[in-house]
């Protein structure tokens, strides 16, 4: 019974893949101009899902769903869609599909979906918006780009602090709009500052004779236009808010930002993260074509050319030893390639930590400390293990004994600059993650190369 | 006035972060024994920043500041210190402390809390709960670890499909308990099965005499309870989720996940991603203990190690060619470390795109191509870049011709490998992030020495 279970766990991994017998299908009934066909295969997928699926199939494809199915296009598809393939989809489209489904859009959607389109485009979409949600929009965009105001929905439900459970519930019944999805009511006083709030769960449990203030949350925070939305994920993140107040300069309420759109943009922080750990541009999609993609990653690359060219010139300041013991050319890239891991590793915990708040003043020294420590005793571990190999290996004790100390230096240097070129990236105001896995494996390499052959020219020959 | 702007832009970044000095402060307190100071400080702050003080301080000092403050600790406190230093603080606490904090707790906390416990603890704090609350965790602890079973909360709440809003709003004020939070009430039919939910916002606006079924949302997602956390906290974000109902195999519900539970499995699921991709132990925080980082790391470097040595391995083929022509041992580290970093840089996109199951059936040949495409164009031009350098630099064109061969088929063989290891690892049921990164340098390290030197013997020598 439990194996059938574990099995069964196993199995669920799959679950919410796009379906590919599904796209197949999809697809077949385009080939076809077969319209019908193709809406009812779209219709009971969600709005996500078919953002997914225009990302999934080529350029080609894309454009045949969209001629016989554009018309249904709705704008929570639009903004669901990469930004990569947004303009090309957009472009493809009516101008008056485009105007119907971008009026169904909070504003906080409507600004992302335009925010990074080009003007004409931007214009289109602006038009098609009536007077107040267009400058509702136009308000959020003079925010700066990944700032709180970005983020924020115009859409709020507010109530005077002084109102009561039943006066506010009367409200909301005779209220002719209403955001989509809202959990708070909002208090504000007479300026329109923002001074509580009151959860809808609250709201319906109290009676109708509650004041408001009776049953406002102990906690409230409010965030700031101007914050940047990665501070703004991971406050929502660290004290479990579900939504939170966006106010101005003068602390007057502005909007409001809800967890899911929080989470997404804790989600493209991490990708952030990950790819510029790696030297890719964080802009990267599995969408861009070969020329973007070769665009963004060959500057990397390129950096990492010049400092493997400054790698092989410390190799080159020993051509001469190594014409003479041609065991090190075999055994050098081993010193460079585990500091290289060794630093590697320091860097990520490093970079985790600091995108976490976990690496503080407070604890900054014990963390290098540490990090030193544990590159001192895994050097120590690797210079005896390699040590005998080199030893067996090649015959030679004394050679054994100089990739031993060149082990202990490089993983200790590799602490060292997996820990401290971060700090100073974050010190300078850059992003930690950017580019550190180049400069580490740089100083890994040079280290490693220096400490390996130069020890070797000192007590082998 | 924008630079002002832009200036309070840049400062605001230091947001959330705990304050160094306020640290410094408590700790001041603690050494002084000054009790009433250190809750003076403390109360203000909100769970998880106390939590992430006591991740941040030394093992002394927290101990010094639990004997002072340990009695006001509550159960939030507990549920949000990282698992690493939790059992120790729990160890520290007297045993009423602990219960009373305990029972504070939702389901879901308690779980999370006691699952990584030794056996004893978890009976302390199991004894401490009242029967039913036992039970419910208790059955709670049945679903594997990092299932959605033990993500859920059990305290939901349900309304028969037939009720009116009247009716449920009448239901909600008698109530004894409600969860803290709760988003939606979840229709059930006699089965207790949930089939439908209704968001507190519309149950809010709309009247008295409504029926539950006339405004129950249009899209209904259940979750299974043996269903992968990581699965669950991608549908949240997928679907924009705010809570959904958990169901037993017989589709019966036995409790409701959040959406704040799906953001910070999402994020751990990050944490995950990046420290395997660095071959850091997946478990590893800043508060582990040398001994424990370097049990966490030495296996990771072992195994870069062992590939190391393969390599190495490679190049002793070769020892004649290079003893003839010692350029090659300055160069061919080059070879090889670009083909690591193009490697890395198509392995991370294709790690992420496989999370974000943004790369499926559908489009993984068009993705193969690509990254081959890609491999292909940067293999050439860094090949043009670095035929050129070799050439110059050791006065050789033959030189530069073979470093240029070299250097297009290892980036085409790390595109390869950069694809075809994690599609292979995912298929292979493995956490496609798991080791790829040594896997994938290993290929472009063999194959980059192999074609390097291979061809410098048949075409230098």
Known sequence: ?????????????????????????????????????????????????????????????????????????????????????????????????????VRELDSDDVVDLIEDLEEPQQEAILDALDESDRAAVEQSLTYPEYSAGR???????????????????????????????FYHVILVDPGHHPIGYVTLGRLLSATRATALSEIAEDSFRTISAWQEEADVAYAFNQYHLISAPVVDDHDRLVGVITIDDAMSVLDDEHEEDILRLAGVGDESAITDTVLETVRQRLPWLFVNLL??????????????????????????????????????????????????????????WRVVRRELLVGAVNGMAF??????????????????????????????????????????LEKLGADPALASGTFVTTVTDVVGFFAFLGLAGMILL
Not at 165 to 177: H, Q, S, Y
Not at 315 to 340: K, Q
């Open 307 to 364: 400092t493997a060219i400054l790698a092989s010139g410390v190799i080159a300041m020993f051509e001469g030893t190594i014409e003479r013991l041609v065991a090190l050319a075999v055994l050098m890239p081993i010193v460079a390639s585990m500091g290289g891991n060794a630093g590697t590793q320091t860097l990520t915990v490093a970079v985790r930590a600091l995108a976490t708040r976990d690496l503080t003043e407070s604890n900054v």
């Open 383 to 424: 210079a005896l293990a390699m040590g005998i190999v080199a030893w067996i290996w090649f015959g030679a004790a004394n050679l054994g004994l100089v990739i031993a100390i060149a082990m202990v230096i490089n993983l200790i240097m590799a602490a060292l600059a997996g820990i401290v070129i971060p700090l100073g």
């Open 151 to 181: 983020l924020m929905q115009r859409e709020v439900v507010t109530a005077p602090e002084h109102w009561s459970v039943g006066e506010t519930i009367d409200f909301l019944r005779r209220a002719e709009w209403l955001p989509d999805q």
């Open 1 to 101: 019974m439990a194996e059938e279970r574990a099995e069964e766990f196993e199995r669920e991994e799959d679950d919410y893949r796009l379906d590919a017998d599904l796209v197949d299908e999809i697809l077949e009934a385009a080939e076809q101009d077969e319209a019908e066909r193709v809406k009812t295969l779209l219709e009971p997928l969600h709005a996500a899902d078919i953002a997914d699926m225009l990302e999934q199939v080529s350029g080609h494809e894309r454009r045949a769903i969209l001629r016989l199915w554009g018309d249904e296009i709705d704008g929570e598809v639009l903004s669901e869609i990469d930004e990569g393939i947004r303009e090309k989809v957009i472009s493809e489209l009516p101008a008056d599909v485009l105007a119907d489904a």
